[in-house]
């Protein structure tokens, strides 16, 4: 089984990305949604939490492991891809693989925006790991705390996020960035607000759909890993609390109706 873990509902948009670049494979979800917004705490809780959450896939069956929240992959990613021995991903690598590659399309100088929880921003590690992997890139940070409590309340069309989004992306667009990169599992629900907000010539880089990309790569390379998978169709969400906003968020993303089991 393919394992995956968020703070709350927002990995979902990595497991539906998942879905659906590997169809049939089996997935087993959890979501942190007791504990969540991971984005305000300290990265020692994070790093304990994100211990608990693939401890808990593993014994569920999960083969490999997506951290498919990048609060916890920007704070303990490399500490747990040296910790487990089944292979973990993050969202955070691929995504900034595709900023490497669009430097060297674009000729070496690009202004990429990354676009984050205050965790993420401040862990510097998009900034870093762009930085090393293409030095004339120009990054323009920015942190948006309030996006999170807004998605898990279901404002994904109101005025008020709108307001919000637009005060959040102003440092961005007036500094014309050419690219944006999502770097919250929550931010692809607010894609269709976020890219007029921004401007429409500008290339949003989702990391959901890196990764699962990513992962679909990896695993043609990884046959006996691949082998490892089960591949009955089976996707099984587990969260450690039941909310009618999430239930209403899982079934959105999904298009279907998703069963929340209680962990
Ligand atoms: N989904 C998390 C992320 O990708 C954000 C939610 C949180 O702060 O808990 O960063």
Not at 66 to 86: D, F, H, K
């Amino acid at each position: 089984m393919i394992g995956i873990f968020d703070s709350g509902v927002g990995g979902m948009t990595v497991a539906h990305a998942v879905e659906q670049a590997l169809p049939g494979y089996d997935l087993v979800y959890f979501g942190d949604l007791a504990r969540a917004p991971y984005g305000s705490k300290s990265p020692e809780t994070i790093r304990r939490y994100a211990c608990q959450n693939i401890d808990f896939l593993l014994a569920k069956g999960a083969r490999l492991i997506i951290i498919a929240c990048n609060s916890a992959a920007s704070v303990s990613g490399e500490e747990m891809l040296a910790r487990y021995q089944p292979p973990i991903f993050d969202v955070i690598n691929p995504a900034v693989a595709r900023v490497a590659s669009l430097v060297r399309q674009s000729g070496g100088r690009l202004r990429v925006g990354i676009i984050g929880t205050r965790a993420t921003v401040r862990s510097g590690v998009y900034a870093q790991k762009i930085a090393a992997a293409a030095p004339d890139c120009q990054v323009l940070s920015q942190e948006c705390p309030l996006l999170v409590p807004l998605v898990e309340e279901g404002w994904l069309d109101k005025r008020e996020t709108k307001m919000i989004l637009r005060r959040y992306l102003h440092p961005l667009r007036a500094r014309q960035v050419e690219s944006l990169v999502l770097a919250c599992t929550h931010y692809p629900l607010l894609k269709g607000l976020i890219v007029p907000r921004i401007g429409r010539r500008v290339t949003i880089i989702d990391s959901s759909v890196e990764v699962s990309s990513h992962l679909a790569w990896y695993l043609k390379s990884h046959p006996e890993l691949d082998a490892s998978l089960a591949r009955g169709g089976v996707s099984r969400f587990y969260v450690s609390d039941v909310t009618e906003a999430a239930q209403a968020i899982a079934d959105k993303i999904f298009g279907r109706r998703i069963e929340l089991i209680p962990a």
